[in-house]
């Protein structure tokens, strides 16, 4: 049972350069999420897709992209690094049975370092 | 716009006390609401989830309750053990916003 797949664990950008996330689940969710968590502050929303090719913004989309080409894989992409941007990166899916979200499952993160 | 409250921040017990977190949040229209468990280093763990239609959810050692109208859960431990210790999380999605979180509960339980 793979659940929700990140990868990469780690990595460390330079200012500037630019990389992909990405995450994968296995259990047909039609919701998936990215989050970020920072010493502190809690989990906050960067981006959210309700199916292939609908995505939206959460709380702190500035310096990200997303794309939901497909059920299973929702990529997050940095385009031009910031140290602000140093942080734990989380990506969940959960569906939804016609009453609202249901159990949310997250991936073991992306430990992210912006030098 | 949804605000999630966790009381107290931390917490150190000795092993065999039985302690309750408390979660707090605005906004009253909820679908439901989800306990999470997180070690240092690692990933979320789902432990719990609430319908909003629902007053408690157990699971082993663990009972979770939800007063929607007052805006209230709690997540009840018992006979603590040193493998409880981590971070937990409590978070509620409300009408087109997914989960939001709490800022979490840091556990230690001493042998």
């Known amino acids: 049972n793979a659940g929700v797949t990140q990868t990469p664990k780690f990595r460390i950008l330079k200012i500037g350069q630019s990389m992909t996330l990405q995450c994968a689940q296995d259990?047909?969710?039609?919701?998936m999420y990215w989050y970020r968590q920072d010493p502190g502050m809690g989990l906050k929303l960067i981006y959210y897709?309700?199916?292939?090719?609908?995505?939206d913004k959460g709380e702190v989309p500035n310096g990200y992209n997303v794309s939901r080409s497909t059920t299973e894989d929702f990529p997050l992409r940095l385009e031009l690094a910031a140290p602000s941007q140093t942080s734990v990166y989380f990506c969940?899916?959960?569906?939804?049975?016609?009453?609202?979200?249901?159990?949310?499952?997250f991936g073991q993160g992306t430990r992210l370092t912006v030098v | 716009k949804q605000e999630v409250t966790q009381i107290p921040a931390a917490l150190s017990v000795p092993e065999g006390e039985n302690l309750v977190l408390n979660c707090s949040f605005t906004?009253?229209?909820?679908?439901?609401l989800q306990w999470f468990r997180q070690d240092p280093g690692k990933g979320l763990t789902s432990l719990l989830l609430?319908?909003?239609?629902?007053r408690e959810q157990t699971s082993g050692r663990l009972n979770a309750s939800l007063d929607k109208s007052s805006g209230r859960s709690t997540l009840y431990i018992a006979a603590s053990q040193p493998g409880d210790s981590a971070t937990y999380l409590c978070?509620?999605?409300?009408?087109?916003?997914?989960?939001?979180f709490g800022k979490g509960t840091r556990l230690s339980v001493i042998a």
């Open positions: 978070a509620v999605p409300s009408g087109n916003t997914p989960l939001v």
């Open positions: 609430i319908q909003s239609s629902q």
């Open positions: 906004d009253s229209a909820i679908y439901n």
């Open positions: 259990m047909n969710h039609n919701y």
């Open positions: 969940a899916s959960s569906t939804d049975r016609g009453g609202g979200y249901t159990e949310a499952f």
């Open positions: 897709s309700v199916g292939a090719g609908i995505t």
